[in-house]
């Protein structure tokens, strides 16, 4: 039998282990972009031979049109989830990618991780930029990309009573960190194809802007997204969001 203070030691530990566990569920539930646990968010479909392009953060005007020329070359169209306050500095270039066939998605007003926001300011960020890229686009917004994935359940209930469809994914790398296109490009390469291998559809990742400031350089991942579809052409058909039913 153990001693009173033996006892209370053990106890100590097993309730630091379980607060960890709480900790570990939380984080996995909040950011893990395949976690269903605190609600269902599109992923991508049994459809191993179909592809779907995502840019976040933009538009960048550094950057996007230059993305803008690669996918018309390309003859595809890719899903934009854009940032409120940069859609409205750059309502030209938003209106630009709209006109140009491609899908456009609300990533929020400012960018915020809407795992710690406040209720009413996650009400705002959504609402905010939902309104902002309907008036630019003049179609309504269907689809929303919580940043850096981070949700919980009121998040992802609102974003359905707003009419918005959560959208996570199942391909990304550190795009926004990695100098090399190359090396993004096999990342991506080699996640997609794992998906492949299991009977899914790719939800692709890469960044055309950067959540801390417009004009970022996101170089490496438009030329990466260059390779994907020259590595993907003639074996994957290319399709933006919409085309997957939940």
């Known amino acids: 039998m153990l001693s009173p203070l033996a006892a209370g030691i053990y106890g100590a530990i097993g309730l630091a282990g379980a607060a960890g566990l709480g900790i570990g569920g939380y984080a996995y539930a909040s950011r893990w972009p395949t976690s269903q646990i605190f609600g269902r968010t599109l ?3 049994r459809s191993p031979g179909q592809l779907a392009l995502t840019f976040d ?3 960048n005007p550094a950057w996007t049109p230059r993305l803008l020329d690669i996918l018309a070359e390309n003859n595809v169209h890719a899903t934009f989830f854009m940032v409120g ?4 500095a750059e309502s030209a270039l938003a209106r630009r990618v709209a006109d140009a066939g491609h899908l456009v998605g609300n990533h929020t ?9 406040r209720a009413a300011d996650v009400l ?28 919980r359940p009121y998040v992802l209930k609102l974003a359905r009573r707003l009419g918005l469809i959560p959208v996570t994914w199942n391909a990304m790398t550190r795009d926004w960190k ?8 096999e990342n991506l390469i080699r996640k997609i194809d794992s998906n492949q291998r299991h009977g ?12 801390r400031g417009q004009n970022a350089d996101r170089g490496p991942s438009v030329a990466a997204a260059a390779k994907l579809l020259t590595r993907y052409a003639s074996t994957h058909k290319f399709v933006t969001l919409d085309a997957w039913s939940e």
């Open 85 to 88: 306050k940069f859609a409205k």
């Open 200 to 211: 899914y559809a790719g939800n692709i990742v890469l960044h055309d802007g950067s959540h």
């Open 43 to 45: 992923i991508a479909p």
């Open 124 to 151: 705002d960020e959504l609402t905010r930029a939902s309104d902002v890229l309907a008036d630019i686009t003049g179609k309504p917004i269907r689809y929303f990309r919580p940043p850096f994935g981070a949700r």
């Open 57 to 59: 953060d933009g538009p």
């Open 178 to 185: 990695v100098p090399s296109a190359d090396k993004i490009a």
């Open 109 to 117: 007003w400012s960018h915020p991780d809407l795992s710690r926001t």
